[in-house]
């Protein structure tokens, strides 16, 4: 049977169609999006250990109110941007997860670890207190939720490397590093608050000084490059200006920290906490716009 020229043509368009949806999903995300993955997932590190900060000063009685508001919406963003990243999210710019590998990953931190994460934060922000058992639970729960979250991100960091930024792999590093700092004032503020408690000092003075330490090497492997992070340092002029202010407020809450690390000083103050609920937030802001800038350098 010969078909017609028309009828050929009419054939191959229904084929391209049916066909170019699937070869397009396999490609997985472009070069842009990778950079809003890894910038989000990244984020999802940070709000694992901002949580528990927003828990411990509720459980030390500090402006209670704000922190379950704050509370309720970073526990809420976390959910959201889960499933985001693995099936998409339009208002969060994400694409759907295309390595099964990566989605299973996804599957385990919701199904082992978040969701009864999520219980317990839900209980507290009903009673609007933390017991002291709550206490034992987060401390013990929030890190294992972040080990997982950080095995995703390195996925994901692979991934791009590989494909959507493999003609700049030190990108997907950069911005993977550089979100992880994000991380790490949080995870300072919650050990910080987890010794003013008297939770487990001794651990958590030693933590302390091990995430103060890596948050410090790290800016400056951003800035100037860091051979043994994979850091290749920061050449664009408005990313190193943005830094610099990170730098400039880190100066000024790395004492707080050093403080609070010290094995000499026996007790964290009332005013001390309220130092550090206050300043966590502007470190974190304004290495929170240095991401972004990466992930603008992406999608060029």
């Given at each position: ?29 472009t070069a842009a ?78 199904t082992n670890h ?114 043994m992070l994979d ?70």
């Open positions: 049977m010969h078909l017609s020229m028309k009828a050929i043509v009419c054939l191959a368009s229904i084929t391209m169609f049916l066909v170019s949806p699937v070869i397009s999903f396999a490609e997985g995300p999006e990778y950079g809003v993955v890894l910038n989000l997932s990244g984020k999802q590190r940070m709000l694992t250990q901002k949580m528990s900060k927003e828990m411990m000063l509720i459980a030390l009685n500090h402006d209670v109110e704000n922190n379950l508001k704050n509370l309720a919406a970073t526990s809420g963003l976390f959910d959201k941007t889960l499933k985001g990243l693995r099936d998409g999210d339009a208002e969060l710019r994400l694409p759907p997860t295309v390595s099964t590998r990566i989605v299973k990953q996804l599957d385990k931190i919701n978040w969701q009864e994460y999520y219980k317990l934060i839900q209980s507290v922000l009903t009673a609007k207190k933390v017991s002291k058992e709550q206490v034992v639970v987060l401390a013990e729960a929030n890190l294992p939720l972040l080990s997982q979250m950080n095995k995703c991100v390195k996925l994901y960091e692979k991934d791009a490397s590989k494909a959507g930024m493999k003609s700049d792999p030190g990108l997907a590093v950069t911005i993977n590093l550089s979100g992880k700092q994000r991380m790490l004032s949080q995870k300072m503020s919650k050990e910080f608050l987890l010794t003013a408690y008297g939770h487990q000092v001794d651990d958590n003075k030693l933590n302390l000084l091990e995430t103060s330490t890596l948050f410090d090497r790290t800016l400056l492997g951003l800035m100037d490059g860091d051979e850091l290749p340092g920061t050449k664009n002029d408005t990313i190193s200006q943005q830094l610099k202010v990170v730098m400039d407020l880190w100066k000024s809450f790395k004492p707080i920290i050093e403080t609070a690390a010290d094995p000499k000083t026996p007790s964290i103050s009332q005013d001390q906490i309220a130092t550090l609920a206050k300043s966590n937030l502007p470190l974190l802001k304004e290495m929170n716009k240095a991401v972004g800038m990466y992930e603008k350098e992406a999608a060029k």
